[in-house]
Every structure is written in C-alpha cells, then in structure tokens.
C-alpha cells in the first residue's frame, strides 16, 4: 500500500518569491515514481514535475524543481519566482514504478494563493 | 490531439439511477484508470486498467463498474447511484514503459446524486 501525506491545507506566497511544498510517502514498493500535478480553480489536472526512486538528481522542470530525499522519504515542490498564475491547489502522487502514471495515489492537497 | 476525453461534463442523477460516464483517449494508452475527487480532496483510484480486457479494483470501487473492450475506450458505470458518490470524476491515461510517464487527465465529470 502507498500513502501520500501534505500537511500544508493552505499557503500564502508573496509574488515572485520561492515557495516550498512540502510532501512525505510511505511505500513497500522499492521503485516507484513521484508527481506533482497543479489543479487551477477551473478544475483541470496540469502535471508538473516527475521523480524516478532511481533518480540520483532532483528533477527540474522550468521554475519547478523537486527536493527529493529519499531516505527521508520526502518530495518536496519547489515553486521558484512565484505568479499570480500559480495560485492553484498542489497534489503530490506516487505509483509504483511498473504503474508508469497508472495506479496514482494522492495526497490531500495544498492550495496555494499568491499576493501580489 | 483531443487527448482523454469524458463524457458528460456534468450531470444530476436521481438516487437509484444508473449511468455511464464516459472516457476515451486518441493516444494509443494502455493503461487507463477513473479516480473520484471529494470536495477538498485529493483523487482517489476507483478502477483501473493495463489494457483492452484487463481491469483491476482501485481504492474505492464499490458501486461501480468497468470494462475495457478497447484501448481507447473506458467507460465507468454507476450501477445503483447514491448521494455518496456525488463527486467529480476523472479518467486518466498513460503509456507504459516511459521514464516520464505522466497520466494525462480529461477535464472530469461533475456527478450529483439527489
């Protein structure tokens, strides 16, 4: 069984600053894969960011950049530059690795609203 | 490319009812899933699928039916509908065997059971 954990319901961020999202998993699985996915308030699932277990380096995706600990079991979202378009809620997933993208499971969310 | 496409977009049923949500996807996927969003949720697996004939349980699949006669179509019925399952639905699809491998989602299904 996977569990995803956000502890962070709600987030403000001033524009153009770092935001830091934080994420912990638990898994029996010994390969899986971790995603961030960005839902707006129109209600669409955007993917942002993905991390292989077997990744020896955080995965970067433009302003996006996952803090991968492995032995803490943590994926944290790094949201660099803030926009007033990233106001959104943030759901981190994971899947066992053979899953490739199927099988999700999510954690509860964080919605984050920035200020400008 | 329409990508995975649900339909209806929305839709009230009456409890007791029965429905088909519908799913389809143009880019060849195998593996296909439907996930339900509670308010302030975040998604949890319903059904899922690895390929034309093949489903498997998810998380949460009392009440709900799937099969997979094709790979680009997966369609989710609601057997007996109640207030329970008022939620938004979404479908999902990805290919296997990429590093990368996103699910890409369809815009959801918004389901009220009165």
């Known amino acids: 069984a996977q569990k995803i954990t956000q502890t962070q319901p709600g987030m403000f961020v001033q524009e153009k600053e770092a935001v830091t999202l934080d994420c912990t998993y638990d898994t029996s699985d010994q390969s899986y894969g971790l995603f961030w996915y960005k839902q707006p308030s129109s209600g669409e699932m955007i993917f942002l960011i993905y991390q292989g277990s077997y990744d020896e380096q955080n995965a970067t995706e433009g302003r996006y950049s996952l803090n991968f600990q492995k032995a803490r079991k943590s994926a944290n979202l790094v949201i660099s530059a803030s926009q007033l378009g990233d106001s959104a809620m943030y759901f981190c997933?994971?899947?066992?690795?053979?899953?490739?993208?199927?099988?999700?499971?999510f954690g509860g969310g964080t919605r984050v609203l920035v200020k400008p | 490319n329409a990508g995975v496409t649900q339909t209806p977009k929305f839709q009230v049923l009456k409890t007791g009812q029965s429905m088909t949500l519908q799913c389809a996807q143009d880019?060849?996927?195998?593996?296909m899933s439907w996930y339900r969003q509670d308010p302030g949720m975040g998604l949890r697996l319903i059904h899922y699928s690895v390929g034309a004939g093949i489903t498997d349980q998810g998380e949460v699949p009392n009440g709900y039916n799937v099969s997979r006669s094709t790979t680009e179509d997966f369609p989710l019925r609601l057997l007996s509908a109640a207030p329970s399952q008022t939620s938004v639905y979404f479908c999902?699809?990805?290919?296997?065997?990429?590093?990368?491998?996103?699910?890409?989602f369809g815009q959801g299904t918004r389901l009220t059971v009165v």
């Open positions: 997933a994971m899947s066992p690795i053979k899953a490739a993208g199927n099988k999700l499971t």
């Open positions: 880019m060849n996927h195998e593996y």
């Open positions: 999902a699809s990805s290919f296997p065997g990429a590093l990368n491998t996103e699910a890409f």
